[in-house]
C-alpha cells in the first residue's frame, strides 16, 4: 500500500533550486559583463579625450552590475534543496524586482542622455 | 536584513506572490522596451546615414538576423515571465506551489539564456562593426 503522498510544499522547494545556478550565473554576468563595458568605455577615453562621458556612462554601469551581483547572489546562495532559507530567498527576489525594473528603465534616458550629444555630433 | 516585522517564519510563496506587482510592472516594462526599439527601428533608424556600404557592409544581412533574435528573445523571456505572473497568482499556491516554483524556475533558465545570447551579439556586433 503506498504512503501518503508527500507534501507540495519541499517538493517545490526543490523545484525552485533548479533556478539556483541560473541566479548565481546571472549575478556573475551583471558583475561581469557590466565589468567590461566599463573598461571598455574607459578604453574610449584614453583612446580620445573629448570622450569624458563614457567615464560617466561606464562608472554608472559598473555601479549597476555591481548592484545586481549583489541581490542576486544572495538570492541565489540561499535557494538549498531542502529549502531551509528559501522564504529568505524568496523575499530577496521580492526586493531585487523591486528596484531593477526602475534602475534598468532609468538606465536609458542616462544612457541617451550621456550619449546624444555624441550621436549627433558624427 | 529585515525579513518581516514579526517573529513569525514568512512564507516563501506568500513572497513570490507579493512579487507579483512588481512583475507585471517588469512586463509593461519590457513591452514598452519593445515597442520603442521597434519605433526606433521603423521610423528614426532610416533617416539616419549609418553608412552600412563602408565599415558596416558586413551587417547589412547580419543585422537583420541580430535583431530579429533581439526581438524573439524578449518575446521568450515576456512569455516565461507571464507565466510566472499567472501561477504566482492562482488561489490556493500557497497550499500547492509546484506551479509556481516551475514557472519561478523556467523563467530563470529562460532568462539567463536570453541574456547570453544578447551579449554574445552585443560582442559580434562589435567585432563585425569595428
Known sequence: ???P???????AAAIAYGARTSILAMAWAGL?????LTLL???LLLGDQELRRF??????????????FLKLHRCGRKLTPDGAQLA???ELHRQFWNHAPFVSACSIPIAMAIFWPGFQGR | MELTGNNTTPSPWAALRRTRRQLIGVSILLGLWLLLVLCYMRIVAPEIDFDFHSSWGRLDRSFIFIFAGF???HAIVGLKLLQLIKASGKPGMESDPREAATAFTVFWKTNLWAHAILWVWFVLLIIIAS
Open chain 1, 41 to 43: 568605455l574607459v578604453a
Open chain 2, 71 to 73: 526581438v524573439l528573445s
Open chain 1, 55 to 68: 567615464v560617466l556612462a561606464g562608472a554608472l554601469y559598473g555601479a549597476y552590475g555591481f548592484w545586481v
Open chain 1, 5 to 11: 503522498a508527500p507534501s507540495p510544499a519541499p517538493e
Open chain 1, 88 to 90: 529568505e530567498a524568496m
Open chain 1, 32 to 36: 561581469l559583463g557590466y565589468f567590461i
Open chain 1, 1 to 3: 500500500m503506498d504512503g
